[in-house]
């Protein structure tokens, strides 16, 4: 078939063409006039996605902003959120919406909450705006006022009950470790326990730097005895035994703030100093123009003892680092769980609303000239549909072409009579006339 066939098929048609584009018109403005308005208003929230918690300091990470963002789409649709609306707006308690719910498959659930949370999600939608932290919410209703109204109410229980979500998750995780907490103070108290039962058990007096009495009086004697003769003429030298009587009141004092009076090490110590001061007072008269360090003597033989209590030292220094080890666990979960606690009772959702909704001023449906333009064009496709369905099922000889394909034989002219007026419900739909076409075969 040629093009010239083709539009000689139409131009004969063209009722029936024009029958279905007038048709489909009419039928589209008639259901556009018909069909019930729905307007539709829009409201907007910025999610703070940028911004750090006000309690921990986090950031959400550029890899989860998508699934933030979609979690909080699907909240804003979820039932939780409909359900305030519903409450909000009273909808259940109506003696008409009752009425129509009785009447509706749903009643047999007797939910009617449900289902007027249903009708909420099904004009509710919700998207990112593109290249933005924007949520726009979107609400439609056969009123202006009613979409506004629900519009406002739908962003305002979706910010509700996130933040409702953070804190009830906040609250849970607190509640955990707070007893995580409590589990690894008792620990850390049965660790002191351990350790300080070992030490009073050993005799060794531990100083608040965490080191053993005998291997700091140790390093305290190679000083001395690194640092070789002090002091000049009229008893200016301190002696070694007057050096270790300063020290030990210095762990006394020390070790004094932590024991009791009463405790057994601090008793020892006490007892200790009592030589070293008998011994000192010994040595005090003695004492020449000249004062000498500690000798090698005393550096052996105070490091033959700490060589002799290694074993006890090693034991306690691993009760130590288990001590220190269970106070870090203790630490880091007590300030987790108050970090938490303080989330828990914050008020900050990490969003903000952005404005309330306007009422719209014009239905957002039906679009009247998207369905007439929509509907013309159907129409036209089915007069088109329609010709070419009804010249394929009844075949006219439209041209000379025609007639010499349906001979077989060539066609030397076409004598075209003048044909008597045909009726007008003839011409509308392209019926041939009585006389078309005649030709001369050879």
Aim: with cysteine; charged share 20%.
């Amino acid at each position: 078939m040629s093009l010239k066939h083709f539009l000689l098929i139409l131009a004969a048609r063209r009722g029936i063409i024009l029958v279905a584009v007038l048709g489909c018109f009419l039928a589209s403005m008639i259901v556009a006039q018909l069909l019930p308005p729905r307007y539709k208003a829009t409201t907007r929230i910025v999610l703070d996605i940028v911004k750090p918690d006000p309690v921990t300091g986090q950031v959400i990470a550029s890899n989860f902003l998508r699934a933030y963002t979609q979690t909080q789409i699907e909240l804003i649709e979820d039932y939780r959120t409909a359900g305030r609306v519903v409450d909000e707006l009273g909808w259940a308690n109506d003696p008409a919406i009752i009425a129509r719910f009785n009447a509706s498959s749903e009643a047999a659930t007797g939910d009617i909450r449900r289902w007027l949370a249903q009708g909420i999600i099904a004009n509710t939608k919700a998207d990112l705006v593109e290249g933005s932290n924007l949520l726009e919410i979107s609400y439609t209703d056969s009123s202006a006022e009613g979409a506004k109204r629900t519009a406002d109410l739908v962003r305002r229980s979706f910010m509700e009950q996130s933040l409702e979500f953070q804190r009830e998750s906040a609250a849970k995780t607190a509640d955990w470790f707070e007893k995580q907490t409590v589990v690894a103070r008792q620990a850390l108290t049965d660790s002191e326990a351990a350790r300080t039962a070992y030490a009073k058990a050993n005799g060794i007096v531990v100083t608040p730097n965490n080191v053993d009495l005998e291997t700091e009086r140790l390093s305290q004697l190679s000083s001395q005895a690194s640092g070789g003769v002090s002091g000049g003429g009229g008893g200016g030298g301190a002696s070694p035994t007057t050096t270790q009587l300063d020290l030990l009141d210095q762990q006394i004092a020390q070790t004094a703030t932590q024991l009791g009076p009463n405790h057994p090490a601090l008793q020892a110590m006490q007892r200790q100093r009592s030589v070293l001061a008998a011994a000192a007072a010994r040595e005090r008269p003695a004492s020449g123009p000249m004062s000498f360090g500690p000798s090698p003597g005393m550096v052996a033989a105070q490091k033959s003892r700490v060589i002799a209590d290694r074993d006890k030292i090693d034991k306690l220094d691993q009760l130590q680092r288990d001590v220190d080890l269970k106070k870090d666990q203790y630490l880091k979960s007590a300030a987790r769980s108050a970090d938490l606690r303080l989330q828990a009772n914050s008020a900050d959702a990490g969003m903000t609303p952005l404005g309330d909704a306007a009422a719209p001023e014009k239905p957002f449906f039906p679009n009247i000239p998207l369905i007439v333009a929509g509907s013309t064009l159907l129409g036209l496709a089915l007069g088109l549909c329609c010709a070419l369905l009804i010249e394929l099922l009844a075949r006219r000889v439209r041209s000379g072409g025609d007639l010499e394909h349906a001979a077989g034989a060539p066609v030397f002219a076409t004598i075209r009579a003048e044909p008597a007026r045909e009726p007008f419900w003839r011409r509308l739909f392209g019926w041939p006339a009585r006389h078309d076409a005649t030709g001369v075969e050879a």
